[in-house]
């Protein structure tokens, strides 16, 4: 942390929940709990609910009501909980992050508006969405910038904002050149930055973390072999952190550019966390192999959801 960054209120590694269905593709609130367990038992600083990495666009508004009702209930204030709540409609991203709050998140995260590959929306709209949602809140607002919203989001403009807009404090940097960002993010925002943050599976963490990242949301699968990574960096052992992260690259990167959401389910359900690794359609299932080569991987590391259940 730089001497121009802020304290963070939170910090370390908020793992993507993913969204537990049975072999129906219906929600399975008991195995949605049991994931949670595991995920808190394995060391997570907080969690993160309803992102994509938790199938939140094959998810009706009905269920997202049941499950943020559920998980911040069965949680308890154990950690810290980020939930989701983008959308497109600055109203009804707003109407989804007063609930949210109401019912205990400690943070919202939020993509800028888009629609597609072509619905967009300029500076002057993303400064009013933001400016809006902050007003209508009074927890932090974490911005995710990644790639599937195709919406430029200059570091100059996320750093005015940050500056500006009072909840505007968070975010979590998935763009090509991570690092460069971050970087470029956190001497343009100063102490505005409180919480510049990695994401895409921590692919990128270790060059993240060198830029100036203090938080990480990664997939749920293995929070006790990323954490240690995370905590041995912040406490300025970035040797212990380079050598951790060098041994459990290969996973991160299987998870990342052979698996995608599915792996910590199909880590999850190998394990005996969870009964049914199932995916809505049209998403398709891992193939067999692929999902050999995840296991493969992670048995050297012997990461603790393969021994929970």
Request: aromatic share 6%; charged share 25%; net charge negative.
């Amino acid at each position: 942390m730089t001497e121009t960054q802020t304290r963070p209120r939170y910090r370390g590694v908020f793992p993507v929940v993913p969204t537990i269905f049975d072999e129906s593709g219906r929600l399975d609130l008991d195995g949605q709990c049991r994931a949670v367990d595991f995920m808190i038992d394995a060391g997570s600083d907080g969690l993160c609910l309803l992102a994509n990495f938790s199938e939140q666009f094959v998810l009706g508004d009905d269920e997202r009501e049941i499950l943020m009702k559920r998980m911040l209930e069965h949680v308890a204030g154990r950690v810290p909980v980020i939930v989701t709540t983008s959308h497109f409609s600055t109203d009804i991203c707003i109407e989804r992050s007063r609930r949210a709050e109401a019912m205990g998140a400690a943070m919202v995260m939020v993509m800028p508006p888009y629609h597609g590959a072509t619905i967009r929306v300029g500076a002057a709209g993303l400064w009013d969405f933001f400016r809006r949602l902050s007003d209508a809140i009074r927890i932090p607002v974490m911005i995710q910038d990644a790639p599937v919203a195709g919406t430029p989001l200059p570091a100059e403009l996320l750093a005015q904002m940050a500056r500006e807009i009072a909840q505007i404090a968070y975010f979590k940097i998935e763009t090509p050149q991570a690092a460069a960002k971050l970087r470029s993010l956190i001497e343009l925002g100063g102490a505005a930055i409180e919480g510049p943050w990695d994401g895409e599976e921590a692919i990128t963490l270790l060059a993240d973390l060198d830029a100036g990242a203090t938080g990480a949301m990664t997939g749920g699968g293995y929070p006790d072999l990323i954490g240690p990574i995370v905590h041995a960096y912040l406490a300025g052992r970035r040797d212990e952190a380079v050598a951790g992260y060098e041994r459990i690259l290969p996973l991160i990167n299987y998870e990342n550019r052979q698996c995608g959401l599915i792996a910590a389910k199909a880590l999850m359900r190998e394990g005996g966390v969870i009964r049914s690794e199932a995916v809505r359609h049209p998403l398709a299932p891992l193939h067999p192999a692929t999902r050999d080569g995840l296991l493969d991987i992670a048995r050297r590391l012997d990461p603790l959801v393969l021994r929970w259940g």
